[in-house]
């Protein structure tokens, strides 16, 4: 994976065996990791996905201020909607659902409570 900034806007390029194709961190809601692959939710219902694991992401997206509440998801806390406290999960602006493992339910405090 190569990444680098361009004119003040974060990206991140995520490199395919075929594509290159470049996305706006500001603009990923939430990714979920299915065995090797992974699902980038963003803005506008557009969804991509890679053939990377969620653990590939993991180090350049938390400098970034996302958050690893599950073995599957990564969320950006800029878009919670909602908090579930009985039922452990959060809601995303876009309507997904991000369960949190209560392993890392403590990732959570100070962004959503």
């Known amino acids: 994976m190569k ?17 290159v194709k470049k996305i706006l961190i500001n603009n990923v809601i939430l990714l979920k990791g299915n065995i ?6 963003l803005e506008h219902g557009v969804e991509r996905v890679v053939a990377r694991t969620l653990k590939f992401f ?10 690893r509440v599950h073995r599957a998801f990564m ?20 309507g997904q659902k991000a369960i949190i493992s209560r392993r890392r339910k403590h990732t959570l405090k100070g962004f959503v409570e």
């Open 3 to 19: 990444t680098y900034q361009q004119k003040g806007k974060d990206t991140l390029l995520i490199l395919n065996q075929r594509t």
């Open 36 to 41: 090797n692959y992974t699902t980038f939710y």
């Open 58 to 67: 993991e180090p350049f997206l938390e400098t970034h201020g996302f958050l």
């Open 75 to 94: 969320i950006n806390p800029n878009f919670v909607k909602e908090y579930n406290h009985e039922q452990e999960f959060l809601t995303m602006s876009n």
